[in-house]
Nanobody
Framework: QVQLVESGGGSVQAGGSLRLSCIAS????????MAWFRQAPGKEREGVAI????????AYADSVKGRFIISQDNANNRIYLQMNSLKTEDTAIYYC?????????????????WGQGTQVTVSL
């Protein structure tokens, strides 16, 4: 089992920045990919960014490319999501997730473990 705990959410004005953190504990050696997803009210959960911690490989949803950066701190079992130039449409609950080699942003069902989520609200 892997436990994930997010932090860093909050309220910000459009154009501002936030940094989310996720700390993993438990059987972290079993995970191969870690990711950030988000879910806005009335919408499906969507993938935002994914990282392969052992290789530093990253990928992003088109909607956040050039604005968000996913990074890792392997020594401390943490990943981060730096969110810049935030837009009102970025408002959502953001979830940290972990999975194996089949994990993909396109399908939340491919992630095995989830955090409780952290709220991000962007206002005009």
């Amino acid at each position: 089992q892997v436990q994930l705990v997010e932090s860093g959410g909050g309220s910000v004005q459009a154009g501002g920045s936030l940094r989310l953190s996720c700390i993993a504990s438990g059987d972290t050696a079993s995970t191969r990919r870690m990711a950030w997803f988000r879910q806005a009210p009335g919408k499906e959960r969507e993938g935002v960014a994914i990282i392969v911690p052992s290789r530093g490989i990253t990928a992003y949803a088109d909607s956040v490319k050039g604005r968000f950066i996913i990074s890792q701190d392997n020594a401390n079992n943490r990943i981060y999501l730096q969110m810049n130039s935030l837009k009102t449409e970025d408002t959502a609950i953001y979830y940290c997730a972990a999975g194996g080699w089949m994990a993909t942003l396109a399908n939340p069902g491919t992630l095995d473990y989830w955090g409780q989520g952290t709220q991000v609200t962007v206002s005009l």
